[in-house]
């Protein structure tokens, strides 16, 4: 039998405001940049862009609160974030074999050597998932696995 469910659906639309200022570094030139976008409220225009359309929020039930207590979880492949990439860690101990299905991933293997950063991707990725996987060995020799800024899957195979 079927029920009813109330889906808050949204998409993500961009506006821009272009302006130019005048500074020293990078960093003095982006805090004046959004100061100044912000005080032009004309400046502002429509990209033409958009997102596709993702599932907020929802819950069972015709009229309910998809946002109150009987709200239910989004599964990542329907939220603005989608799916999470498969993070596959391949060898006894980093740095072994690194690889990236399903998404994007910033991986940073750290070793008493140095640290490398890198970016791997299998398109299409979601883009407000920007997950970065640090990968270190523990002092038992095991992989230590965080991930920071976004969602990823980490399978560790010991190969």
């Known amino acids: 039998m079927s029920r009813r ?8 639309t961009h506006y821009a405001n272009t302006v130019t200022v005048e500074a020293d570094t990078l960093e003095e030139a982006l805090k004046k940049a959004v100061a100044t976008a912000n005080e032009d409220a004309e400046g502002w225009r429509p990209t033409d862009h958009c997102s596709d359309t993702f599932v907020d929020a929802v819950c069972e039930g015709a009229g309910g609160d998809p946002w109150g207590d009987d709200a239910l979880p989004v599964p990542g492949r329907f939220s603005e974030r989608g799916e999470p990439p498969v993070v596959t860690l391949t060898g006894p101990v980093p740095p072994g074999a690194v690889e990236v299905s399903g998404g994007r991933a910033l991986v940073r293997i750290v070793r008493a050597a140095g ?3 890198t970016e791997l991707r ?22 230590d696995v965080r991930v920071e800024g976004g969602a990823a899957r980490v399978r560790i195979l010991d190969g």
């Open 122 to 143: 299998d398109p299409p990725h979601p883009p407000a998932n920007k997950p970065l996987v640090t990968v270190s060995v523990d002092p038992g020799g095991r992989p």
């Open 115 to 117: 640290t490398v950063t």
């Open 5 to 12: 469910f109330t889906v808050q659906c949204g998409y993500a």
